[in-house]
């Protein structure tokens, strides 16, 4: 007996429809029972972006290093924000005093293993940044030290007489006026008199045209006695009278430094 084609079409379908039915039960199971234990271990789960990963609850936070390796000329990774006000990245820890000779790692740590840089930083603006201690920015912290290093070479720009806010200049001069030694090549000496000589100081190209300069003259070899002031309106040209054992004149060897600051940031006079 033949079977009508509509019939069968009708029944074709009808077992279709039920199995994909059942393969949608069987699916929904496998999938309510394994997502949670995927999410509730965190390892081994996609970032989420504009969210916390893995949760906020303690139970599903990493417990490994996540790292992400490359080998390209460029950077790992990069992290940026096109915000006005928001910052490109933070990173938080709770470890403790010592660092990582400690075994106690810090927040942040770049290591070269060849041997080029391990940081730069750079801004558009004039201050790059801030390193701040217990207390707070507008609090002095007597006890902690900005950083830690071994390093002894000399820094470019960060010499010591600039970060106290003074330019320091140092001079070495023989007895007939010669300069033997200076920290500033545009020091100049010249031998005026017996036992007088004339220092003029680049301070005033440095620092500005009306600068208060603090003398300390040192007389070298032979005993004697040295004196430095001030010998300019602008503060920049120190005089320097050289004595004898009794008090006349003579010419002496000695060592002058000067530190120099705009007259308008040096202390009022006490009186």
């Known amino acids: 007996m033949r079977t009508p084609l509509r019939l069968l079409t009708a029944r074709v379908s009808d077992l279709v429809h039920r ?12 999938l309510a029972s394994a997502v949670p234990a995927a999410i509730g271990a965190g390892e081994g789960m996609p970032l ?37 006000n928001g910052g490109g990245a933070i990173y938080g820890c709770r470890s403790g005093p010592g660092g990582t000779p400690t075994e106690n790692e810090p927040c942040l740590r770049g290591n070269n293993l060849s041997g080029g840089l391990a940081f730069e930083f750079e801004t558009n603006g004039n201050e790059v940044g801030t390193i701040v201690a217990a207390g707070g920015i507008d609090t002095i912290n007597p006890n902690a030290a900005p950083f830690r290093t071994n390093a002894a070479g000399k820094v470019n720009n960060l010499d010591a007489d600039r970060v106290d806010g003074l330019d320091r200049f140092e001079v070495a001069v023989s007895p007939q006026g010669t300069v033997e030694a200076r920290s500033e090549g545009r020091i100049t000496v010249s031998r005026t008199a017996v036992g007088s000589y004339r220092v003029n100081l680049p301070a005033a190209e440095i620092v500005g045209d009306d600068v208060n300069c603090f003398f300390q003259v040192t007389p070298r070899g032979a005993p004697a006695f040295a004196a430095a002031d001030s010998a300019s309106p602008s503060g920049s040209i120190a005089a320097v009278r050289t004595f004898a054992p009794g008090g006349q004149p003579a010419d002496a060897a000695f060592s002058l430094s000067a530190s120099c600051q705009p007259r308008a940031l040096s202390p009022a006079p006490r009186g």
């Open 48 to 84: 989420l972006g504009g969210e916390r990963n893995p949760s906020a609850d303690a139970s599903r936070t990493l417990t490994d290093e996540t790292q992400i390796v490359a080998n390209n000329n460029r950077y790992a990774t990069r992290q940026s924000n096109k915000s006005g």
């Open 19 to 30: 199995r994909r039915a059942t393969l949608g039960v069987v699916c929904a199971v496998v």
